[in-house]
């Protein structure tokens, strides 16, 4: 009887270590997979402030476009002015209707090219302002972004020294509990890390299925599994199992628990 209670007492301080270890590997997987998404994170976010400034950059063209037009068209407006001039001096000199007429329909053909222009001009103006309303939107968003960047790269730096202290501590909270696990049994806890896709290798059972899977073990094996006589491992999944309310004290108990509370 007195072996029996040993035997048990021994497999559930085998189960609390290892369920503490993967509480703690488990952060420490977190904070580096969290270091990791930064820099893309970041490039994103500058990737996407680029194409904002080429496309900030691009309207301005436009409108610098639309400005040479108007001036070109107010060119062809003075060149007419200069022409009309003319005409009308040489019209003092004509020696017949015919020279008359025909510099009477120049005249009249440099006017209606003043209005054109004076029309294209005014279309051009109006292309301006639409386009510069357009520019000062995008530079308030583009101002918006840049300073959104500023300040996430200032509160991402101070999450990645608070991270840093923090996974030294865990460290070697993981060296303290992989030195309470047997060699064999850390050996075999490793081994499931490294398969597992979210490196869970001791998960809890909740509603008769262990924690991130949808098939149930037996109802046999969940019995053995709340007697806590014997480590468990999952057919499924390949997992360690131990039972809710086991997991539940240790992660009350954790310093990730009390971590991530706080």
Not at 3 to 18: G, P, S, W
Not at 35 to 50: A, F, W
Not at 148 to 156: A, M, N, R, S
Not at 191 to 220: E, F, H
């Amino acid at each position: 009887m007195g072996n029996k209670i040993q035997e048990a007492i021994t497999v559930v301080d085998k189960l609390r270590a290892l369920y503490n270890l993967q509480l703690i590997d488990s952060r420490i997987d977190e904070i580096r997979k969290f270091r990791g998404n930064i820099p893309m994170e970041i490039k994103s976010l500058e990737e996407e402030l680029d194409q904002m400034k080429k496309n900030s950059e691009n309207v301005h063209e436009e409108i610098l476009s639309i400005k040479e037009n108007i001036d070109k068209q107010n060119k062809n407006i003075k060149y007419s002015e200069t022409l009309i001039k003319k005409y009308d001096k040489q019209k003092d000199n004509v020696k017949n209707h015919k020279e008359l007429y025909s510099l009477d329909k120049e005249i009249d053909y440099q006017k209606l090219e003043i209005q054109l222009s004076k029309k294209r001009i005014k279309e051009l103006n109006v292309k301006i302002h639409k386009k510069e309303d357009i520019l000062g939107k995008k530079e308030d968003i583009l101002n918006n972004k840049e300073e959104h960047l500023f300040h996430k790269k200032k509160e991402l730096n101070k999450i990645l020294l608070e991270n840093d202290k923090e996974e030294k501590i865990l460290l070697e909270k993981s060296l303290f509990f992989s030195k309470k696990v047997d060699i064999r049994l850390l050996q075999t806890y490793k081994k499931i890390r490294n398969r597992v896709k979210n490196g869970v290798a001791v998960a809890p059972v909740q509603r008769g299925a262990p924690l991130g899977s949808y098939l149930a073990i037996t109802p046999q094996k969940y019995s053995e599994l709340i007697q806590r006589n014997k480590l468990l491992i999952d057919e499924h999944s390949g997992r360690i199992l131990i039972d809710a309310e086991l997991a539940e004290e240790e992660k009350k108990k954790s310093f990730v628990f009390k971590k991530n509370k706080k």
